[in-house]
């Protein structure tokens, strides 16, 4: 059986290697750690690209490829390992470098790879799930692994599958400035996913189907959850409050939950699955931080508009959302290095930038600050958030402003999203 799967995933392989391929920011970090003897485990959510990715980042070497992903493997039985391995080097040779796609569907993997790894085995591994990262590697694989999150495409990267360079020349010429601007407009409503981005599937049907077999595939089916109606609820609504508070105990009366453990672990297992974040209130005091709400945001804006109930997205909410996984993409943990704050007056500020220890940033979302209101309640937040951190990096973030408000000693930029999207990594 092992033999004819093994055959049917090298001609995959293949396959999958002959597509065009659109180049990701992450790339040559891990190219650069190919050769360490450390496990390179590529993580993210399901149809983001990490087997492509890891296919590409093997490209010129000699390696072998098995995909536990695979409907013909047995269920909850135990694949045979020793002849796994047999099989695998009658059809790949020698080599030292193993791929193992989707590692977590496989009992015990890291026991597996442990064995593989103390024989001088370079493994490649790929996972859909963020226990992976968080807490199984940690426990099983502390010291000898790299992990790399895979995330769908940024926004340079979505320019990068259009085949558009932005110039400063351009960006004077109208039309091609509404042309960019339409991209950015599409990504904010459309997300990043590559199979929307490259190949113009229709994004609302595609992603309504992914976000269904992902909840049913590494959520109900992985954990045995018995109330998959009461799952699906969770998902749908917090998908339709991104950006909102919200509170375990209130949520589950609203939902009809028996128990507010259960839906926790429920929310637990919907962050696993990469499929939302919580984001937690940045405070000094681990009391106020575990006691206060949470933000809720999902791992693609294509999901938020594909999920829509009654109506569109609210603009400012999907610009939000769109922020905070950008954020995520460059490089910044949420609930260790981002998070979200509320100052002494109950003003709300979308998030606080840190770096090691220290609060560095404050970032403000908010689409259009023409209207004098607006300006003044988002401007007085973010000084008063400052003066309460102690700090002096104040940024809001609009859909196209760009200018300077100075006010109590204090500056506030504002800054266009697209410019600010387009800078690539964190300080």
Known sequence: MLKGTIFKQKQDKERLLSFPYIERDR?????????????????????????????????????????????????????????????????????????????????????????????????????????????????HLTGRHIPIEILPFNFTEVLRAKQYKLTAEKFLLPDEKAKFLGYLNQYL???????????????????????DAVLFKDVIKRHKVRFSEQIDNLGSYLINNVSNQYGAKKLARVLGFKSQVTLENYLGYLNEAYLLFS??????????????????????????????VQHSPDTGK??????FMELVKKGYQPNRELF????????????????????????????????????QREVKALIEAGQE?????????????????????????????????????KD
């Open 27 to 139: 790339e040559k970090d891990a190219q650069q750690w190919l050769a360490s003897d450390l496990i390179k485990v590529i993580l993210g959510p399901r149809r983001a690209g990490k087997s492509v990715f890891a296919l590409r980042v093997l490209t010129g070497q000699s390696f072998a490829y098995f995909n536990f992903d695979d409907e013909a493997l047995p269920g909850d039985e135990k694949v045979d390992l020793d002849e796994l391995m047999t099989e695998l080097k009658l059809a790949y040779g020698e080599t030292k470098y193993i791929l193992f796609d989707e590692i977590q569907n496989l009992p015990n993997w890291e026991l597996f790879v442990n064995r593989l790894h103390r024989i001088g085995y370079n493994l490649i591994l790929t996972g859909s799930n963020a226990a992976l990262l968080s807490q199984e590697l940690a426990t």
């Open 189 to 211: 409503v459309n997300g990043g996913y590559p199979e929307i981005v490259t190949k113009g599937v229709e994004p609302r049907g595609y992603l309504d189907t992914l976000f």
């Open 279 to 308: 984001l937690k209130r940045h405070s000094t005091k681990a009391g106020t931080r575990l006691r206060s709400l949470k933000k809720t945001y999902a791992v693609d804006n294509g999901f938020v508009t594909a999920k829509a």
């Open 318 to 323: 999907l610009m939000e959302n769109l922020v």
């Open 340 to 375: 979200y704050y509320k100052t002494r007056n109950d003003r709300e500020i979308d998030f606080v930038l840190k770096k090691g220890y220290q609060a560095v940033e404050l970032l403000q979302v908010c689409y259009d600050l023409t209207d004098p209101d607006v300006e």
């Open 389 to 425: 951190l102690n700090i002096t990096k104040l940024t809001a973030l609009t859909w196209n402003e760009k200018r300077k408000i100075e006010k109590n000693g204090m500056t506030v930029y504002l800054k266009p999203l697209y410019e600010w999207l387009l800078e690539t990594v």
